[in-house]
């Protein structure tokens, strides 16, 4: 069985939607398919929250009504019998107002995500309507029966398991099963959501869970390229990829997975494609735990960086300092992307600058502080084993143009990371083609 999950792009329009249906009934096989909500009904339904949170129930009903009009338009766009335009309408009507429940009593954090969580109800409901009014054996299995996290707001995987493959059992001989990505329910029973890749995340868990042949990503890019085609003419899909070069271009940049995704599917061996929906022949980019020997893969950047550099001649032959150091950033919940040392200071990046402020007055207590902002993490990656002789060369010969604020390699296998200006970034990225993919 496959796995195929698609974005809220994918399923943008009724014409998309019958697109999509198209793609997953292809084969004829059992498919089990994971979707999105609508692309810009998530934005919407975050704003009616924004409105209930201000107390203006009336501006959250005006938002609501709006939705409900366009997807009562779906529905004459989408379906082609009375029965399931019928069907549908009525689903919808329950469904808006159920979200017209939440204007009339206190409105709590957890209730915004019961209104969010809406988005991928109405999506996966419309898609297996109009695949029952085809003809289509499919089945519709809410995400909040078998998709939990614990206590520590992570997936529970044996959880997963063992419910999925209980519903499973109870539902057979289906060709489509059809269920939401990103939102589940936490330990406590309430509704909740993934956060962390979303509906992608969602796909790679049911495909561990199911023993899956493969997990399919499906967006509007012909997989991962091999540099940014936003700034880079002529870039291209790379073809494949290990599951840890994966990782590193998608944590430092490549906005088409997010990297926490693909780990259910690395540890159970599961390969993942990333595949176009506007060109669904075009190859896309398998990842799975092959290693290619000796080949430099992808470029990738990862901007809004700030960089702290803390100078203390205490530090030398110090024990514990680097434990001090790191303890401020735990503290401040603040992950450290890339660090160098040196005898007498230590520079570290971050990504996120909420508590820049008490950071930088905790780190005083040790040292001199600077911070550099506006700077850009640019990320070479393939394989980059040590024992490669000339690849750190080739990358840095392609920075030699452009001032490096810092270095990073030998932390892993797979990447170079230099840390440069925002407003280097265009020509650092060039560079780097010209070097190493022309």
Not at 157 to 167: F, G, T, V
Not at 243 to 266: D, M, N, R, S
Not at 267 to 287: C, H, Q, S, W, Y
Request: hydrophobic residues 40%.
């Amino acid at each position: 069985m496959k796995v195929m999950k698609f974005g809220g792009t994918s399923v943008g329009s009724p014409e998309r939607m019958k697109n999509v249906s198209s793609l997953i009934t292809k084969s004829g096989e059992p498919t089990f398919v994971v979707l999105s909500a609508m692309s810009g009904t998530t934005n919407t339904l975050v704003e009616i929250s924004d409105y209930l949170y201000k107390k203006n129930p009336e501006g959250a009903n005006e938002i609501i009504n709006n939705l409900e009009k366009k997807y009562m338009q779906h529905v004459e766009d989408l379906y082609s019998t009375d029965e399931y335009k019928q069907k549908t309408l009525e689903f919808l009507h329950e469904e808006f107002d159920y979200l017209r429940t939440f204007t009339k009593d206190l409105f709590t954090s957890f209730e915004e995500k019961s209104i969010v969580a809406q988005g991928e109800v109405l999506s996966t409901n419309m898609i297996v309507n109009y695949l029952q009014e085809k003809g289509i054996k499919a089945i519709l299995l809410s995400a909040l029966d078998f998709m939990r996290t614990d206590k520590n707001a992570e997936p529970d995987p044996q959880y997963i398991k063992e419910k999925l493959n209980a519903i499973m059992q109870e539902n057979t001989g289906y060709q489509i099963y059809i269920t939401q990505g990103f939102i589940c329910r936490n330990a406590y029973g309430e509704v909740d959501n993934l956060q962390r890749g979303g509906s992608d995340y969602t796909a790679s868990l049911i495909g561990a869970a199911l023993n899956a042949d493969e997990i399919q990503i499906w967006t509007d890019i012909d997989g991962m390229h091999n540099n940014d085609p936003r700034v880079v003419e002529n870039t291209e899909a790379v073809r494949q990829l290990n599951f840890e070069e994966a990782a590193e271009l998608a944590y430092f940049g490549a906005k088409i997975l997010h990297p926490t995704c693909v780990q259910p599917a690395k540890f159970a061996g599961i390969p993942v494609r990333l595949k176009n929906t506007m060109e669904p022949d075009a190859e896309g980019t398998i990842i799975d735990n092959v290693i290619v020997r000796g080949k430099i893969k992808a470029v990738a950047a990862k901007d809004n960086i700030t960089a702290i550099k803390i100078k203390s001649s205490r530090m030398l032959l110090a024990t514990g300092f680097l434990r001090k150091v790191f303890e401020i950033f735990e503290s401040y919940q603040t992950p450290i992307d890339m660090i160098a040392t040196s005898e007498v200071g230590v520079s570290m990046s971050i990504d996120n600058d909420t508590h820049l402020n008490e950071i930088v007055d905790e780190l005083k207590k040790y040292g001199t502080v600077t911070v550099d902002t506006n700077m850009c993490i640019i990320c070479v990656v393939g394989d980059l084993d040590w024992s490669n002789l000339g690849f750190e060369t080739l990358a840095t010969d392609a920075m030699k143009n452009i001032p490096v604020r810092m270095i990073s390699y030998g932390g892993s296998n797979y990447n170079i990371s230099f840390l440069i200006k925002e407003s280097d970034k265009k020509k650092a990225l060039q560079n780097l083609s010209k070097v190493l993919f022309e």
